[in-house]
């Protein structure tokens, strides 16, 4: 009986899941933009201390 | 069934009254963008060394004016219209007679504080810049002028919120539609926002203007500025989020990713936007060091929303792309609608947030501030945040905002007009705003009028930076003309008929939305909280050590 419950989670959730892999892998382009640029102006004023 | 349902939904029309009302905002914030926009050509070309303004006409006169217009008005007006009109969308169709009152209250309001404005700005009474720091002193019909814009706005505020109210009392125990909720919560901000500006207008400018006082406390009338001047530029974003989280996922066929999200980032938007001022004053003396860093430190928390609405748009692109049959990685990229400019022109909007939203990260840390505060990567900064991110969407908005209202269609060939528009105006910023932010990091200031530093070799080594900053003016300034020739168009001329107002249903798989995120007494109190914490001290003390008043200059 338990087992049941469990796999008809399971069903549940397989059904209703979507792939946002694209999505994980263009909010880590964003993340490397943003730390790039701020690393960018970050070494311009050390460059000029 | 449910696809029947949905095409009833769709086909809610805004009726004659708050359409007009709306109407009415959304044409004066175009009329305001015209003028800003010619007076932005004469700027760029003027400080790019094409042209020299005439004796009569003062740089720094057109300068504020561009701001002024551009900055304020435009942007206030246009977002209250858009308001009104998706609030009277989502809640049925129309607005209580009370909301319509008050609009239409403070819509006269505004008007008659900008003519006074811009009659003090035209006789070159208020060159004082967009930022109107004391102690440069404008004339006191200047600051009413503008006092009564801000003040009229709230007017519009409380004609969103009592809609709103009217709308909960006829649906007890029931989350407001989303779009509603977003038009409340930023009108909301805008009203913490304003009061900063507000007092320091009404309470230090003014009487200072007027002679009643000779002096004036500069470093408290700053503070005030900036409590009020980092959140305006999320009383700008805040709409354009409204559009990309609820209009943009029925526009490219997809659904709204997840209401709670959604709700969630505007509530940290209400809270944290406005105790973060001191980020623009990080190289000011008369605050204590520990404030400043506490500012910067809710500054880089108040990035987490943004990135919250990056997450959920790239989401809705996915899903709705998978649902097309996208495959691969990023597969889904090409199947949105690319053809549409009611997608095109938000979405270039939202490419330009990414490095603009980097500046901003930039700007806001102190050590990377020293090399960029008062150059002119400030202002390339604002122009790829608002003038692309914010105008880009207001613009995708316009094409089908517009002929909904006037009972129009936005025809095949005007899309491709506007799609044209678009990628002019794209074009032009990445020109103007990519030349700002490189000399800006050669050390180029901003505020100043063309100059070649008594020809200093280093000074002259930046005017061909200058000059594709001119150009790209220019391909702006035909971008602009181009979007008022399409508001005329869609105003007055285009073919009678439907177009549809898109409202993004919520999609299956999202949460639901938890009551908290709808408790306004809870989140408002908690806003204050973070506000005291972050102004209630220095403020206090900037008053009770105050630095020596000064008087008023009047420097052009």
Do not use: C
């Amino acid at each position: 009986m338990a087992q049941t419950s469990v796999s008809k989670t399971r069903e549940h959730r397989e059904e209703h899941a979507i792939s946002l892999r694209g999505t994980l892998a263009s909010v880590f382009i964003m993340g490397i933009f943003l730390l790039l640029a701020w690393l960018g102006v970050f070494i311009l004023f050390l460059a000029r201390l | 069934m449910a696809e029947a349902q949905a095409a009833e939904v769709q086909s809610v029309r805004v009726d004659r009254p708050a359409a007009r009302l709306s109407l009415a905002y959304v044409l004066s914030g175009f009329l305001a963008f015209g003028i800003a926009a010619i007076a932005g050509l004469l700027q760029g070309l003027d400080r790019g060394g094409m042209i020299t303004l005439p004796k009569w006409l003062s740089y720094y006169a057109v300068l504020t004016t561009h701001g002024v217009y551009m900055g304020l008005v435009f942007t206030t007006f246009f977002i209250i219209g858009f308001f009104f009109s998706g609030v009277a969308r989502t809640t049925g169709g129309s607005l209580p007679p009370a909301a319509r009152r008050l609009g239409w209250f403070g819509w006269w309001m505004m008007v008659v504080g900008v003519i006074m404005a811009t009659i003090e700005i035209l006789a070159g009474n208020a060159s004082v810049l967009y930022t109107f720091y004391a102690p440069m002193k404008a004339s006191p019909y200047f600051y009413i002028g503008t006092a009564l814009l801000v003040v009229g706005s709230w007017f519009g505020g409380y004609g969103v919120f009592s809609a709103y109210r009217a709308w909960k009392r006829n649906h007890p125990g029931k989350m407001s539609p989303l779009f509603t909720f977003m038009a409340v919560s930023t009108m909301a901000l805008w009203q913490i926002a304003t009061i900063g500006v507000a007092v320091e207008v009404v309470l230090q400018l003014i009487p200072w203007s007027f002679g009643w006082v000779p002096t004036i406390n500069v470093l408290l009338s700053r503070m005030l500025l900036w409590y009020f001047g980092h959140p305006l530029v999320y009383f700008w974003l805040l709409p354009a989020y409204t559009m990309w989280y609820v209009n943009m996922p029925r526009i490219i066929g997809g659904k709204v990713f997840s209401d709670a999200l959604a709700r969630a980032s505007f509530i940290l938007f209400v809270l944290l936007s406005t105790p973060v001022g001191f980020h623009h004053q990080l190289l000011e003396p008369g605050i204590p060091p520990l404030w400043k860093f506490l500012h910067v430190m809710l500054t880089m928390m108040v990035v987490v929303p943004s990135l919250m609405t990056a997450f959920n748009m790239f989401a809705v692109f996915e899903t709705a792309g998978r649902a097309k049959g996208a495959t691969g990685l990023f597969g889904w990229f090409k199947k949105l609608p690319w053809n549409d400019v009611r997608f095109t022109a938000p979405i270039m909007g939202m490419i330009a947030f990414i490095p603009g939203g980097a500046g901003g990260i930039i700007n806001a840390g102190y050590q990377m501030n020293e090399v960029v505060h008062n150059t002119i990567w400030v202002t390339g900064h604002f122009h790829l945040t608002v003038a692309t991110t914010v105008a880009m969407t207001f613009f995708g908005i316009a094409y089908w905002l517009i002929p909904h209202l006037t009972g129009r269609r936005l025809t095949p060939a005007a899309n491709k007009v506007g799609l044209a528009q678009a990628v002019i105006w794209a074009t032009g910023m990445l020109l103007m705003s990519g030349s700002m932010h490189y000399m800006g990091l050669l050390g180029v200031p901003r505020r100043t009028a063309y100059t070649t530093y008594m020809n200093n070799p280093t000074a002259l080594s930046w005017m061909p930076l200058e000059g594709t900053m001119a150009l790209g003016g220019v391909l702006l300034f035909i971008a602009a003309m181009m979007m008022i020739g399409m508001v005329i168009y869609l105003t007055w001329f285009a073919p009678k008929g439907f177009q549809e107002y898109p409202i993004g249903e919520i999609g299956d798989t999202a949460e639901a939305t938890p009551r908290i995120l709808e408790r306004w007494p809870v989140i408002i109190s908690l806003a204050a909280v973070l506000i005291l914490v972050a102004y209630a001290y220095p403020v206090i003390d900037t008053m009770q050590n105050a630095p020596p008043g000064a008087p008023g200059i009047k420097t052009w």
